[in-house]
């Protein structure tokens, strides 16, 4: 059992290339997270997904999309890179909203 | 709004003192509190919860609503304690809000 995975574990990016994070669970969680990780900022929610089907936006949703096709995936992607965008992006899911979160192990993104 | 305050960004001990992290927290309501810790280069992971009341890994955190704080306790640091702490709060039905995150560094 995988738990949670994503991938690439690290990319550099180009501004202004488009770029798709991925996330994997086998849990069946129902709910999904993709946060960033900055310093001096912790962990900030990007979106979020309570069920297949359904998303949500979080506290910095601006320049990401995400899409919930079905229960195991969370795809999380950047339309056109942006430095700001430079950062690690966790995955996370939770057997429901507001239950505890389980993490994937991060995404370090560089946009140059 | 919910919010989750971690003063310190930067929390240095000896091997053998005692720990304590801080985390505040706003919420009118009745919190939910968890604390996540990061180990170098390895996902987030839970390390306690308020309401299992448990010791793990030796730390202990006591949710004090009159005061709105959930700290983090360690009477005895270890080397091995040395990662970046992470308060969160759930309220309701909300998301996970984290705090800012300190970096407990033990020396020996």
């Known amino acids: 059992i995988a738990g949670i995975t994503q991938a690439p574990t690290s990319q550099i990016l180009a501004a202004g290339r488009r770029m798709t994070l991925r996330c994997t669970q086998d849990m069946r969680h129902n709910a999904m997270y993709w946060y960033r990780q900055d310093l001096g900022l912790g962990l900030r929610l990007i979106h979020y997904s309570n069920t297949a089907g359904t998303t949500g936006k979080g506290e910095v949703p601006d320049g990401y999309s995400v899409s919930r096709a079905n229960t195991d995936d969370f795809p999380l992607t950047l339309a056109s890179a942006v430095p700001s965008q430079t950062s690690v992006y966790f995955c996370a899911s939770s057997v429901h909203r507001g239950n505890e979160q389980f993490f994937g192990p991060g995404t370090r993104l560089t946009v140059l | 709004a919910q919010r989750v305050t971690q003063p310190e960004k930067l929390l240095s001990v000896f091997k053998g003192a005692p720990v304590e992290l801080k985390c505040n927290y706003s919420?009118?309501?009745?919190?939910?509190l968890f604390w996540y810790v990061q180990y170098s280069r390895q996902r987030l992971q839970l390390l306690l919860r308020h309401i299992s009341r448990e010791s793990i890994k030796g730390f202990t955190a006591d949710l004090n609503k009159g005061e709105t704080s959930f700290h983090l306790k360690k009477p005895f640091a270890q080397e091995e304690d040395s990662a970046m702490y992470y308060c969160?709060?759930?309220?309701?039905?909300?998301?996970?809000?984290f705090g800012t995150g300190t970096r407990l560094l033990v020396s020996p």
């Open positions: 969160a709060l759930i309220a309701g039905f909300q998301k996970l809000v």
């Open positions: 919420y009118s309501g009745s919190p939910e």
